[in-house]
């Protein structure tokens, strides 16, 4: 059964720290990817990886990194949390493919928020 | 930016009726036309997809249309019951000449409840 798991499901955390968010594949996938769900705004893409220790912007990267040391693990970092990216953070992954048909398995989501 | 547009925001129907949502998109690079599905507490999970190649995919209960000179598609579920009751999010999916590395855009979802 593939899975895509994720550090924390609730995460609650003070303005200005700095916060880790962590999510494992045991799919082999080449393609990660970090969205926020927001209501009324579906899922934006903040980071997405193709590859070890790369890594590309999505629509909305402003306040965000990430890191892909190893294949399976992508991990999200807000460098100072602030209220405004109090959100449901989604982890994804996907084998490459060329023509981007290929299926993206989430993980189960961290809400997180920033007081 | 590209986008795709996802009406209505949330569709209340009755067991048994026809449940549809509707999807229009901007950029013709698009090729791949993916709908997601998300439970409550869930990370969302493919559903159906289609290629424009074709105007309708059917599986099971779920239908999608597509029309490719209106940069329209939507989802139908037919015979629509309680347990189809989540969140459905339309995407896209393509490439001008690079690879897409799989991006999905996505539509701003549509809360369906079906009442028993």
């Known amino acids: 059964d593939v899975k895509v798991t994720q550090s924390s499901r609730y995460l609650v955390k003070r303005t200005g720290e700095k916060v880790f968010l962590e999510c494992v594949q045991d799919?082999?996938?080449?393609?990660m990817f970090w969205y926020r769900q927001d209501p009324g705004l579906g899922l934006r893409l903040i980071y997405f990886?193709?590859?070890?220790?790369?890594?590309e912007k999505g629509d909305i990267p402003e306040g965000y990194s990430v890191s892909r040391e190893k294949k399976e693990r992508f991990s999200l970092i807000l460098e100072s949390a602030s209220t405004n990216q109090t959100s449901m953070y989604l982890c994804a992954s996907s084998h490459r493919s060329d023509r981007g048909s290929n299926e993206q398995f989430f993980g189960p989501g961290t809400r997180l928020t920033v007081l | 930016q590209q986008q795709v547009k996802q009406s209505p925001q949330s569709l209340i129907v009755q067991k048994g009726g026809i449940s549809i949502i509707n999807c229009a998109y901007e950029?013709?690079?698009?090729?791949?036309f993916p709908w997601y599905q998300q439970f409550p507490g869930k990370g969302p999970a493919l559903l159906i997809a289609?290629?424009?190649?074709?105007s309708e995919k059917k599986e099971g209960r779920f239908t999608i249309s597509f029309n490719k000179s209106a940069k329209q598609f939507s989802l139908h579920i037919m015979d629509s019951q309680p347990g189809d009751s989540a969140t459905y999010f339309c995407?896209?999916?393509?490439?001008?000449?690079?690879?897409?590395?799989?991006?999905?855009?996505f539509g701003q979802g549509t809360i369906l409840t079906v009442h028993p």
């Open positions: 990886s193709y590859d070890v220790k790369m890594k």
């Open positions: 289609i290629r424009p190649d074709v």
């Open positions: 799919m082999d996938h080449e393609n």
């Open positions: 995407a896209a999916s393509g490439y001008a000449g690079g690879t897409s590395y799989g991006k999905l855009t």
């Open positions: 950029n013709t690079a698009f090729d791949y």
